[in-house]
């Protein structure tokens, strides 16, 4: 079982006593409180201790908190914190300006120590969302270790620091041995297992700052900073040593297992990248197969033969291709499990968004077909619809039930979500069509919308189809805080008279036609049906 790490949070102010109220609040709350008393120390803690969460007072001497913000912001290594301002000054143009400089929130002082852990605390919710999908976009769901994908990124990261301070990079590809065979032998629930072994035991005999990762199929890769050469070629041949000394075993019956290897070295040159070591790698692989397997090789010692016998394009290439979208697929897929566990967390908090996100989904995508849309806007869609609201994670609930007017803070705060599920969703990099779609679903076709106030056609086709769906089951829904809802005639009017000024006239009138074709299939129809019954 592991242990959820305890959380840090950075307070910056020039007040003592508000330093000391501050960590008595976060200790409250179970969070380590790290305080700075201005700037430039607080510039200097973030950057090292890497907190959670910045609290940063606006009113300081010599630098404020704007240009604070701005300076984290700028620097790679503190951009991504989440910044909360906590001042005195409570002008609307400093709240927006506060956001605008890219902090996630701003609470005014004298602060309600309620309303503050409230804050902290979903900021905190979606830095633990963002930290789970990463995890899981980052992993190979078999074996546990890294992915292609985010060993790509440590390669080029690592490569790209070698270029810079010099020093070299070695890239491990592995093969195990024959692995057809095991699956044929005996099945694939089995051959998973020595996959499961074999990365096991990869990841527990490299070097702290190395990398495993599982690259496709039988095939495993390890990168290794500042490693030269020859001891890469040293390292690599022990662990092809421990792999064959293993003592593996299917259904109690001893069987051999052994890897290929191949060993590429990044030594400063800059024409080469990480695509390149890769492919270098991959050929050292191919000779070493060829010339008989269980054995390294390393690149550089290939001969002007093995060179030209590395084939390009074959069938074992076309092979890994194949393999490599197909687990890109299920890393798509996993992700977008764990999105809707999280969505119907979410729904138990709302429950009323349990069916939005469905109808959405529906409507989105019927608009879509009917404008005649690629079938790749209309796959990025149902995606979009399903994870448009994820961004009401930040909204507390007497905000999101409320039934009276909200107050300017208040709808600030609800019309963050939008950027709320970018935010969560950016770092995975497998959403990035839907992350523009969600983030502009409730621009407006006069450019009166938010967040980005865009006009027209400037706003993203999705968005605006996403837009209508949205506005469609919102107007027809039951909701827990208001029970008033409007027919489909009704909703189709209202939709319709708000057609260039909220919405794209486009889009509403392929809505329209959508649903004169559709709408006995459409869940609205379905959910008249049960109440038809019922009475």
């Not at 006009?455 to 769906?469: D, E, F, Q, T, Y």
């Amino acid at each position: 079982m592991t242990t959820r790490r305890q959380r840090k949070v950075l307070v910056i102010d020039d007040s003592q006593p508000n330093l000391v109220l501050l960590k008595a609040h976060l200790n409250s709350m179970g969070l380590i409180a790290l305080l700075a008393d201005n700037a430039k120390d607080g510039i200097a803690i973030a950057a090292e201790q890497k907190p959670d969460i910045i609290l940063l007072d606006v009113m300081m001497p010599e630098i404020d908190g704007f240009e604070t913000c701005r300076r984290l912001k700028a620097d790679v290594r503190t951009s991504s914190i989440p910044v909360i301002f906590v001042s005195a000054r409570d002008q609307s143009e400093d709240k927006i300006g506060g956001l605008k400089l890219g902090a996630v929130d701003y609470v005014t002082k004298p602060f309600n120590k309620g309303e503050l852990q409230a804050r902290v605390g979903i900021v905190l919710q979606m830095t633990e969302l963002q930290e789970r999908l990463l995890l899981l976009a980052n992993t190979d769901e078999l074996t546990g270790l890294s992915n292609r994908r985010h060993f790509f990124e440590i390669l080029e990261r690592e490569v790209l620091g070698a270029k810079i301070r010099g020093g070299s990079v070695a890239v491990m590809m592995f093969d195990v041995d024959h692995f057809k065979n095991v699956n044929d032998s005996y099945g694939h629930l089995s051959g998973d297992r020595i996959l499961q072994q074999v990365g096991k035991i990869l990841n527990e005999n490299i070097y702290p700052l190395d990398l495993a990762a599982r690259y496709g199929g039988e095939e495993f890769v390890i990168v290794m900073p500042g490693m030269p050469a020859e001891i890469a070629t040293q390292r690599a041949e022990k662990l092809c040593s421990i792999v064959d000394k293993n003592n593996w075993e299917i259904a109690s019956q001893p069987i051999s297992i052994t890897c290929s290897v191949g060993v590429a070295i990044f030594d400063g040159d800059d024409s080469t990248d990480p695509y390149e070591l890769i492919k270098r790698a991959d050929d050292a692989l191919y000779a070493a197969k060829h010339r008989g397997r269980n054995c390294v090789v390393s690149y550089d010692k290939l001969s002007q033969q093995e060179r030209e016998m590395v084939p390009h394009q074959d069938e074992d290439f076309r092979e890994l291709q194949t393999k490599i979208s197909s687990l890109a697929l299920q890393i798509r897929e996993q992700t977008m499990g764990i999105i809707s566990a999280f969505t119907k967390a979410i729904a138990a908090k709302d429950p009323y968004l349990a069916g939005h996100v469905e109808n959405v989904k529906v409507y989105s995508v019927a608009i879509a077909k009917q404008m005649g849309v690629s079938e790749s806007l209309v796959g990025q869609l149902w995606t979009a619809a399903m994870l448009h609201d994820l961004g009401k994670i930040i909204i507390p609930n007497h905000i999101l039930h409320k039934t009276s007017g909200l107050t300017d803070d208040e709808r600030r705060i609800i019309q963050r979500h939008p950027i709320a599920s970018a935010d969560i969703l950016a770092p995975i990099g497998i959403f990035g069509q839907e992350i523009v779609i969600i983030r502009h679903h409730h621009e407006n076709f006069d450019g009166t919308g938010y967040p980005n106030g865009l006009v027209g056609k400037n706003i993203p086709i999705g968005s605006r189809i996403l837009a209508v769906a949205n506005s469609f089951d919102s107007i027809t829904s039951v909701k827990p805080w208001n029970s008033e809802i409007k027919s489909a005639e009704d909703a189709i009017g209202e939709i319709v008279s708000l057609a260039g000024s909220q919405f794209d006239p486009e889009v509403v009138e392929a809505f329209k036609k959508a649903y004169a074709e559709n709408h006995s299939l459409w869940p609205l129809a379905q959910k008249h049906q049960v109440e038809c019954v019922a009475q």
